[in-house]
């Protein structure tokens, strides 16, 4: 049972370049969400998808862009890395809409680094 | 402005030492409030759904109950195993989460 699946792992970037975060789930749900986790901090959500075609900014979109592909994954981009943005990122999904009452799954995270 | 905060930030056990972790919220609508377990390195785990003040929910030495203010989660005889970050998150408008308590339990 893979679950919520992200790639990759780690990573280390400048400041300036650009990069893509995979994320795919397996469990047919409807809605999928990036947050970001930062020492101190609770997750904080960037964007999500309460449905195939549809996308939604969090509480911190500012630097992102996000892409549902289709139902089973959505991406998260990085246009221009900037050291702020250093973090752990979480892909999530649930079963129901983007503010329901179901929980959420999580993958195991993106380790990003910005030099 | 809804929000979390979770009492402490870190706790100590001894093996079997009981104690209580506390998460306190103010929100607009209570949806759903929902305890997950992360391990170093890993995403968090789903633990618990509360949905209503008075329900309570058990997993082997983890029991959490909800009230409308706060919700605990009560680890009963603690093990090693148990150690891990432990967090709450309540649903209403969209999905908050505490910051965690960190959780050592030394044998």
């Known amino acids: 049972n893979a679950g919520v699946t992200q790639t990759p792992k780690f990573q280390v970037l400048k400041t300036g370049q650009s990069m893509t975060l995979q994320c795919a789930q397996d469990m047919n749900h409807n809605s999928m969400y990036w947050y970001r986790q930062d020492p101190g901090m609770g997750l904080r959500l960037i964007y999500y998808?309460?449905?195939?075609?549809?996308?939604d900014k969090g509480e911190v979109p500012n630097g992102y862009n996000v892409s549902r592909l289709n139902k089973r994954e959505f991406s998260l981009r990085l246009e221009s890395a900037a050291p702020s943005q250093t973090s752990v990122y979480f892909c999530a999904s649930s079963g129901g809409a983007g503010n329901s009452n179901q929980p959420q799954h999580f993958g195991d995270g993106t380790r990003l680094s910005i030099l | 402005e809804d929000q979390v905060t979770q009492s402490p930030e870190a706790l100590r056990l001894q093996e079997g030492e009981s104690s209580s972790l506390n998460c306190s919220y103010t929100v607009s609508g209570l949806r759903g409030l929902f305890w997950y377990r992360q391990d170093p390195g890993k995403g968090p785990e789903f633990l618990f759904t509360l949905y209503s003040a008075g329900e309570e929910k058990e997993k082997e030495r983890l029991k959490a109950t909800l009230t409308k203010k706060e919700s605990f989660l009560h680890i009963t005889a603690p093990k090693p195993e148990d150690s891990a970050t432990y967090l709450c998150?309540?649903?209403?408008?969209?999905?908050?989460f505490g910051a965690g308590t960190i959780l050592r339990v030394k044998s």
């Open positions: 998808s309460a449905s195939e075609g549809t996308t």
């Open positions: 998150a309540v649903q209403s408008r969209r999905l908050v």
